[in-house]
Each structure stands twice: as structure tokens, then as C-alpha cells.
């Protein structure tokens, strides 16, 4: 069992940096490929970011690409997601989620453990 616990969120002006973190208490870490999804009220799930088990390649939702980065530090079992120039639209509950010996994917149904998710709010 893979448990995720997300940290980092919080409130932020437009324009503002946040930078997320997900601990995972698992000891093959580096054999997970790693998401980052988000939902706002009303909506569903969607796609951020994702990131290979080893951190060569990455993947990114076509609104957060060159504004968000997601990166890893296997060792430490933790994936982050840094994000910069944020604005209303990424306020949402952010959820980190695992899939393991997967490339990185925006399929929300390759992704075996999922995270409780940390609120972001945005305010103009």
C-alpha cells in the first residue's frame, strides 16, 4: 500500500508562486511514475503535470506548460510541483497520484494511489 500526502497549498495572489510537495511512504518510489491532477468546484479532475519513475521526461496540461514544473527527488521519496504566474483558474484542490512501472500519462485510470489533495486558491 502506497500512501500520499500532499503539502505546500494555501492562499496566493494572481501572479504568485506556489510550490507543492507529495511524500510518498513507499519504499520502490522510484518505480512510480507520478501525477499531479487538479479539480475545482463543479469540475472534474484534470490533468497537470506528470513525471517518469526515473524524471527523464515529463508531461504537461497545455494550460499550466511553461508556467508549472514538476520534478522528483527519488531518494527522498517526494515529487513537487512548482508553480509560477498563477491566476483564478488554477485555484482548485490539488491531488498527487502514483502509477506504477507506467510512463508518465494523463489517464487518470493508469494512477493506482492517490493522495488526499491540498487546497490552492488564487485571489485577483
Known amino acids: 500500500q502506497v500512501q500520499l500526502v500532499e503539502s505546500g497549498g494555501g492562499l496566493v495572489q494572481a501572479g504568485g508562486s506556489l510550490t507543492l510537495a507529495c511524500a510518498a511512504s513507499v519504499r520502490t518510489f522510484s518505480r512510480y511514475s507520478m501525477g499531479w491532477f487538479r479539480q475545482a468546484p463543479g469540475k472534474e479532475r484534470e490533468f497537470v503535470a506528470a513525471?517518469?519513475?526515473?524524471?527523464?521526461?515529463?508531461l504537461y496540461a497545455d494550460s499550466v506548460k511553461g508556467r508549472f514544473t514538476i520534478s522528483r527527488d527519488n531518494p527522498k521519496n517526494t515529487m513537487y510541483l512548482q508553480m509560477n504566474s498563477l491566476n483564478g483558474e488554477d485555484t482548485a484542490v490539488y491531488y498527487c497520484?502514483?502509477?506504477?512501472?507506467?510512463?508518465?500519462?494523463?489517464?487518470?485510470?493508469?494512477?493506482?494511489?492517490w493522495g488526499q489533495g491540498t487546497q490552492v486558491t488564487v485571489s485577483s
Open positions: 513525471i517518469a519513475s526515473s524524471g527523464s521526461r515529463t
Open positions: 497520484a502514483a502509477g506504477y512501472e507506467v510512463g508518465p500519462t494523463q489517464v487518470k485510470g493508469m494512477y493506482d494511489y
